[in-house]
């Protein structure tokens, strides 16, 4: 069965500090993989989408960047954050199919002070 | 883009019926509808979809008007783990493989 990984569940940083988000799949090849964010008390927010390695789509412009450096993983940077960075980061996949549901991960809690 | 529309909130009490409403009169004819709910500190898990035909699975009902500008999830005994964000979205294809999420309704349940 497949299994979404995602690390850690909660981070608190510094405002300028670095930030490293990392999330992997297990037992499925070539997904398509997702960066959500939600504020406090706030909808979903679509970041970046990937279909495969190294190819990434950014919906949003910000202080936040995606890689993908292997198949199954899908790492959000960023260099310095900022106090609005803070919120709740998921993580999710699909297979590569038309209509597939999403999978989401368990979610980072950031908090940016 | 296609967009929903869904009320902010509902409230239902436990073990009655639950119908919660979501308006998407741009729908495209390929778009799929599909319902995912989000309880408190989670991420998002899938409910349920259709096209065109009501469709039933173990955790809700999803109807589907006749000319699918809106649609009703239903669950047909809501118990207090029902609790939660109920998102109506549709599969949006000219933004390739993305899902945009609304606000979704936050469901109260009741004792």
């Known amino acids: 069965s497949q299994t979404i990984h995602q690390w850690p569940a909660t981070l608190v940083q510094p405002v300028g500090s670095p930030l490293s988000l990392e999330c992997t799949v297990e037992?499925?090849?070539?997904?398509?993989l997702y960066w959500y964010r939600q504020a406090a008390g706030r909808g979903l927010q679509l970041l970046f989408y990937?279909?495969?390695?190294?190819?990434i789509s950014s919906e949003v412009p910000q202080n936040l960047s995606a890689s993908r450096p292997q198949d199954r993983q899908f790492i959000l940077s960023s260099k310095k954050l900022l106090l609005s960075d803070s919120g709740f980061y998921l993580c999710?996949?699909?297979?590569?199919?038309?209509?597939?549901?999403?999978?989401f991960g368990s979610g980072t809690q950031l908090s940016v002070l | 883009d296609a967009k929903t529309t869904q009320p902010n909130s509902m409230e239902s009490n436990e073990e009655e019926p639950v119908h919660l409403p979501c308006n998407h009169s741009?729908?495209?004819?390929?778009?799929?509808i599909h319902w995912y709910r989000q309880l408190p500190s989670q991420g998002p898990e899938y409910v349920i979809h259709?096209?065109?035909s009501n469709v039933n699975n173990r955790m809700a009902s999803l109807a589907i008007a006749e000319d699918r500008k809106s649609s009703t999830l239903i669950l047909h005994r809501a118990t207090l783990r029902d609790a939660a964000v109920y998102y109506c979205?549709?599969?949006?294809?000219?933004?390739?493989?993305?899902?945009?999420f609304g606000k979704g309704t936050t469901l109260s349940v009741s004792s």
């Open positions: 999710a996949w699909t297979r590569q199919a038309f209509n597939e549901k999403l999978f």
């Open positions: 037992g499925t090849s070539n997904p398509n």
């Open positions: 990937s279909v495969g390695i190294g190819q």
């Open positions: 741009t729908i495209s004819g390929t778009d799929y």
């Open positions: 259709g096209l065109t």
């Open positions: 979205i549709l599969r949006d294809n000219q933004a390739g493989t993305a899902l945009i």
